[in-house]
C-alpha cells in the first residue's frame, strides 16, 4: 500500500524538475541583469509582487510541522488546533495595518537591526545569537525530523536518512539563489501544496464515508466524521474536572480552552508573524501597498489551511477508532500521532500518492530553504558584518551567506540524524510551540513597547529578554513545585509522568505579563521620550478601501467559523 508505482515517481520527477527549473531561471535571469548585491540576495529588494509575498509566506509556514505535527493534534484533540491558523490570520492583519510600516519607514532589513535601532547594540547581538540557535536547533531541525519521517513512513521505512541527504540539497539549491528565487520557486510550491493538500483530504473523507457505507461521498465523510466524534469538533477544550482522565487532561494541556485566548495563543502568532526574521523579510524588501496586499493575502489563505493540515488526522482518528487503520505505534501500544497523516497517504492511488508527496515535500522544502536564508541574513548582515569583517563588500557578503546555509543545513542533518534533540518523543508541532515559547513572551514584550510606546529603554529590552525567557523556564518547569499545583495566576494538572505542569500557552501568557511590568516599570525610571524611539505617523496606519474590504472579509470569515464550531 505505501509503495510508489512508476507513475508516481514520474508526478514527482516532474514537480521536482519544474521547481528546480524554475528556480534556476529565476537566478539566471537576476544574474544576467547584473543583480548581485547582498540585499537583493537576502530579500530580493523590490522584485518580489504581492501574490509572491502571499505566497511565500504560506509555503514557509506551512511544513512538515503542520502536514505532521498539526494533523497528529487533529488526530488527538481535533479541529482546536486550527485555532493556530485562525488566529494567525487575525495576527496578520495585525501585522499588515500596524507592524510593517513601522518596519518600512525606518528601513529595517533584519530583526536585530530593529533592536539595535530601537534599543543599543547589546540588545541586538544577544537576540542575533538567540534567534540562530532557535532557527537552528528548533525549527530548522524539527522541519527536516518531520518531514523525513512522513516521507519514509509513506514510501515503506528504511529511507529515513536518505530522505534527509536528498531533502537538505533539494532546500540547498533553491536556497542559494537567495530570496527572489526562494520568493518565486514558493508560488509553484504553494500550488502544489495546495492541490496535493486537498486531494489528501478528498481521499480521507471518502475513505470515512466508505468506512460507513456511504460510498464515496465527501461531505458525507465529514458528517459521519461529526457524528461519530463530535469531540473532535469543538474549538474550546474544557477545563478537565475532578477525576479527568489523562488523555482528557493532554488534550487541555495542548490546549487550554478559552484560557489559551486570553494568553499564549496570541504571543505565539504575533510574535511569529510580526517578529520573526523569517516571515517579516519577504515583505521587507516590498513598498508599503504590496507588502500590506501580500501579508493580507497570506492571512486569507490561512483560513483554509486547517481543512489541508488538520482534516486528515481527524479522519485518521475516526478510522483508527473504528478498525480502518492500523499504523506504526507508539511506546505503549498507542497509536503515534505523527503518523496520521502519512497513514491517510497510503491509501492513495496512483498518481495521487505522487502528488500528495510532491506537496508534503514542497512544503518540507519551501520552509527549510526560507529559513536556512533567514540563519544566513542575520548572521552574515547582524554578526560577520558588524563584528568579524566591516570592510565585507557585496559580492564577499553573499559568499558568507551561502557558506552559513550550508553550514546550517549540514548541522541540522546531524542534529536529525539520530533524533538527538528527541523531538519525535514530544510530537511535532508541540515541540516546536513549546520550545520556541521560552523566548517568545520576552522578543514579543520588546517588539511592542519598542514601536509603540516612545518610553522604552535600552536597560528594558535588556531586562525583558531575561525576565521573558527566565519565568517562561520557572512556570514550564518549576512553579507547581515552588507555588503549588492552585494558585490565583494558574492551576497545574498532572501530566502522566510522575508529576505536574501548567499547559505551556498559559506559561507564556504569565511570562508575557511578568516581562511587560519588568520593562515598564525600568523604563518609567528613564527619559519620557527615549531619544532613540521610532516617530509614528497616524498617516502610516491607514489602509486603502480595497485593503479593508478584505480584512472585513476575513474577519466575518473568521467569525462564522468560530460561530459553528465553538
Not at 141 to 160: Q, V
Not at 285 to 299: E, N, S, V
Not at 421 to 443: A, D, M, R, V
Amino acid at each position: 500500500m505505501s509503495k510508489f508505482s512508476t507513475i508516481d515517481i514520474v508526478v514527482f520527477v516532474i514537480y521536482f524538475v519544474l521547481v528546480t527549473g524554475y528556480g534556476i531561471w529565476v537566478y539566471r535571469l537576476k544574474r544576467n541583469k547584473g543583480v548581485s548585491d547582498s540585499k537583493d540576495f537576502f530579500l530580493a529588494e523590490g522584485s518580489l509582487t504581492w501574490w509572491a509575498i502571499g505566497a511565500s509566506l504560506i509555503a514557509s509556514n506551512i511544513s512538515a510541522e503542520q502536514f505532521i505535527g498539526m494533523s497528529g493534534n487533529g488526530f488527538v484533540v481535533g479541529i482546536a488546533v486550527a485555532a493556530y491558523e485562525w488566529v494567525a490570520a487575525i495576527a496578520l492583519i495585525i501585522v499588515a495595518v500596524w507592524f510593517i510600516p513601522v518596519y518600512l519607514k525606518n528601513k529595517i532589513f533584519t530583526m536585530p537591526q530593529f533592536l539595535q535601532t530601537r534599543y543599543n547594540e547589546t540588545v541586538s547581538l544577544i537576540m542575533a545569537i538567540f534567534w540562530l540557535f532557535l532557527y537552528v536547533f528548533v525549527n530548522l531541525t524539527s522541519i527536516l525530523y518531520l518531514g523525513a519521517l512522513a516521507i519514509d513512513n509513506i514510501a515503506g521505512g528504511g529511507y529515513f536518512h536518505l530522505i534527509i541527504i536528498v531533502m537538505a540539497i533539494f532546500a540547498l539549491v533553491i536556497t542559494l539563489g537567495g530570496m527572489k528565487v526562494i520568493g518565486f520557486t514558493d508560488v509553484i510550491q504553494v500550488l502544489v501544496l495546495i492541490i496535493g493538500g486537498l486531494a489528501t483530504t478528498y481521499i480521507a473523507l471518502t475513505l470515512v464515508s466508505e468506512k460507513f457505507g456511504l460510498g464515496k461521498d465527501v461531505w458525507g465523510g465529514f458528517t459521519a466524521m461529526m457524528k461519530d466524534a463530535p469531540d473532535h469538533f469543538k474549538m474550546i477544550i474544557e477545563k478537565p474536572k475532578p477525576g479527568a482522565s489523562q488523555s482528557d487532561i493532554n488534550k487541555y494541556l495542548m490546549l487550554p480552552g478559552i484560557a489559551m485566548y486570553f494568553a499564549g495563543q496570541w504571543i505565539v502568532n504575533l510574535n511569529y508573524w510580526g517578529c520573526n526574521q523569517y516571515i517579516t523579510q519577504r515583505a521587507l524588501g516590498a513598498d508599503l501597498k504590496t507588502a500590506r496586499t501580500g501579508i493580507l493575502f497570506a492571512g486569507f489563505l490561512k483560513l483554509g489551511m486547517p481543512v489541508i493540515v488538520m482534516l486528515p488526522g481527524i479522519a485518521a482518528y475516526v478510522l483508527y477508532k473504528n478498525g480502518g487503520i492500523q499504523a506504526e505505534m507508539a511506546p505503549g501500544g498507542h497509536f503515534n500521532a505523527d503518523n496520521a497523516y502519512s497513514a491517510i497517504l497510503g491509501f492513495l492511488p496512483t498518481g495521487l500518492k505522487g502528488l500528495s508527496l510532491a506537496a508534503l515535500t514542497a512544503a518540507i522544502v519551501a520552509s527549510l530553504a526560507g529559513k536556512a536564508n533567514s540563519i544566513s541574513t542575520i548572521f552574515t548582515l547582524d554578526i560577520y558584518k558588524k563584528y568579524i569583517n566591516k570592510e565585507a563588500g557585496e559580492k564577499k557578503l553573499v559568499i558568507v551567506g551561502r557558506i552559513t546555509i550550508f553550514a546550517a543545513m549540514l548541522l541540522s542533518i546531524l542534529l536529525t540524524w539520530k533524533d538527538l534533540l528527541g523531538i519525535g518523543g514530544e510530537g511535532g508541532f508541540t515541540f516546536i510551540q513549546k520550545y520556541t515559547g521560552f523566548i517568545s513572551p520576552g522578543i514579543f514584550a520588546m517588539f511592542l513597547l519598542g514601536m509603540f510606546w516612545k518610553r522604552t529603554t535600552g536597560a528594558a529590552a535588556i531586562a525583558g529578554i531575561l525576565t521573558g525567557f527566565g519565568m517562561s523556564v520557572l512556570f514550564n518547569n518549576y512553579a507547581p513545585k515552588l507555588f503549588g499545583n492552585e494558585t490565583l495566576l494558574y492551576t497545574a494538572y498532572p501530566n502522566g509522568k510522575g508529576g505536574y505542569e501548567i499547559p505551556f500557552l498559559i506559561c507564556m501568557g504569565l511570562s508575557f505579563l511578568f516581562t511587560m511590568i519588568v520593562m515598564i516599570l525600568i523604563s518609567l525610571r528613564g527619559p519620557k521620550v527615549n531619544p532613540k524611539a521610532f516617530v509614528l505617523d497616524t498617516s502610516m496606519f491607514k489602509v486603502a478601501p480595497s485593503t479593508l474590504a478584505l480584512i472585513v472579509l476575513t474577519l466575518l470569515m473568521i467569525t462564522a467559523l468560530y460561530v459553528r464550531f465553538w
